[in-house]
């Protein structure tokens, strides 16, 4: 059990002479949880909104259905190339300043395809927010190292995580509105304007746990004994933002990245997070045309079925999150507390395949929601590359991670395209994404290993 950490500053910041450890701890990390869930919510919103205008944009626009594929995949593209890239430049600037330009020049690009009359500046606008929106998820998992204990990790994951699927679930009534009432055009102007709003709040409100006016000595005293607080403020002062490792390595080396992919801990973690995405990919792009074509339902229809399965994995991430947390408190390792959670998660996902076995609508939507509920519970990646990541290099860490994850993004797409044009059927779709579940679970069964952190040695 780890002992309190006592210090002479504490006993000082604590009054009347009440040590740090016994004093009631203030609870300025969920502040920080806060921001980071509502700016994931707006990242998923940004990525999808051109899905929701595509309808009335393609008419205006003159766009066939091949080069909107196009358009729609040109973000994965830009967004996976841009991973390490990102990570190398959050492990040098820091959280502060690295998200506040991510989400202020995607908001950018959002609200700029509001303004475009011809597909190159659409397709140069979808590139660019790939680019700038590559940063969002290792900051996210270097915010959650620095200012989370480590038995709140998964929690915190949880919790921000949850905003891509609130956001899809509950805002694109909302937007299906919106652009009925004004046009296709309103939507980008809305979500990109929303965006560049928060991106002045992240600014203004975020800090470093030793520099944030809420938190007490007795919180930062709870984080650090948690292992959190790993990047301080005189190693990023020193090295311009960056972590202490950065600091006194004197800069990054690429061949990093191939030592870093030796060890089991990354590759099979990344193995995983493949898997849990191609399930939410699914959902993302097909999963409206499966309902319309393999179910024959009715469009009306599907815009109240659609967003059970976006609430099933709601309740999925947090589930997961809490769960991998309390049994980690309960005493187990965390070899048990961070894998059992995503290894139940990808086995009850592959049961997407059961789908191609039943006539009735409810019973499909039903499936398909424990599927989506189970790839949120399996959506704690990120919490790994917390617990994994070797001092200094989180950015870089979450980067390759996030690359890996999203190649999901491009691969998934393709691939149920190419079977439901040769087939005319999703049946082989299902049981692609299905066995990708499995190969994710048997991923984290046998290849991660213990997790622990990785130390790199010349």
């Given at each position: ?35 980071l ?22 008419k ?54 509001g ?54 679930a ?11 009432a ?38 930062l ?55 849990g995405?191609?399930?939410l ?29 976006f ?81 200094g290099?989180?950015g ?60 790199l040695?010349?």
């Amino acid at each position: 059990m780890q002992q309190p950490i006592q210090s002479s500053s504490a006993d000082a910041a604590t009054p009347q002479g009440v040590t740090a450890s016994t004093a009631r701890r203030s609870k300025a990390r969920y502040q920080i949880l806060a921001l980071l869930a509502v700016g994931t919510m707006i990242n998923y919103l940004d990525r999808t909104v051109l899905g929701i205008a595509a309808p009335q944009l393609t008419k205006e626009l003159g766009i066939n259905a091949a080069l909107m594929g196009l358009l729609f995949s040109v973000f994965s593209w830009s967004y996976v190339a841009s991973q390490i890239p990102g990570g190398l430049f959050l492990d040098r600037f820091g959280s502060k300043l690295t998200y506040f330009l991510s989400m202020t020049l995607w908001s950018l690009c959002t609200l700029a395809q509001g303004l475009v009359h011809g597909i190159g500046a659409l397709f140069a606008f979808r590139l660019g927010l790939g680019v700038s929106e590559a940063p969002c998820f290792p900051t996210n998992s270097r915010v959650v190292a620095t200012w989370f204990p480590q038995s709140e990790r998964a929690m915190a994951t949880g919790t921000y995580t949850v905003g891509e699927y609130i956001g899809l679930a509950f805002f694109s009534p909302f937007l299906f509105m919106l652009m009925g009432a004004f046009g296709w055009r309103s939507l980008f102007y809305v979500v990109g304007g929303v965006g560049i709003v928060f991106g002045g709040i992240w600014w203004m409100f975020y800090r470093e746990p030793r520099d944030h006016p809420s938190a007490n000595q007795a919180e930062l005293d709870y984080i650090e004994a948690g292992g959190g607080l790993t990047h301080r403020k005189k190693d990023a002062d020193s090295a311009g933002g960056a972590d202490a490792a950065s600091a006194k390595s004197g800069g990054f080396e690429w061949r990093t990245i191939g030592r870093l992919l030796k060890h089991r801990q990354l590759t099979g973690i990344c193995l995983g997070q493949f898997a849990g995405n191609s399930t939410l990919v699914f959902f993302l792009t097909w999963f409206p045309t499966y309902l319309a074509t393999e179910r024959h339902m009715a469009w009306l229809k599907i815009g109240f079925f659609a967003i059970m399965p976006f609430i099933a994995a709601s309740i999925g991430v947090m589930f997961g999150g809490f769960f991998s947390d309390w049994l980690l408190r309960r005493g187990k390792s965390p070899n048990v507390a961070r894998k059992l959670p995503i290894i139940a998660g990808l086995l009850l996902a592959s049961t997407i395949i059961l789908a191609n076995y039943v006539e009735s609508n409810v019973a499909v939507i039903a499936i398909l929601s424990v599927a989506f509920f189970a790839q949120g519970m399996a959506a704690l990646g990120w919490t790994l590359v917390s617990d994994i990541a070797p001092d200094g290099l989180l950015g870089v860490t979450g980067g390759i991670f996030n690359f890996a994850a999203n190649l999901a993004g491009i691969v998934t797409p393709l691939v149920v395209g190419f079977i439901v044009a040769a087939t005319g059927s999703f049946v082989g779709a299902l049981v692609f994404i299905g066995a990708i579940a499995l190969i994710g679970a048997l991923s984290y069964i046998f290849i991660v290993g213990d997790i622990k952190r990785i130390v790199l040695v010349d």
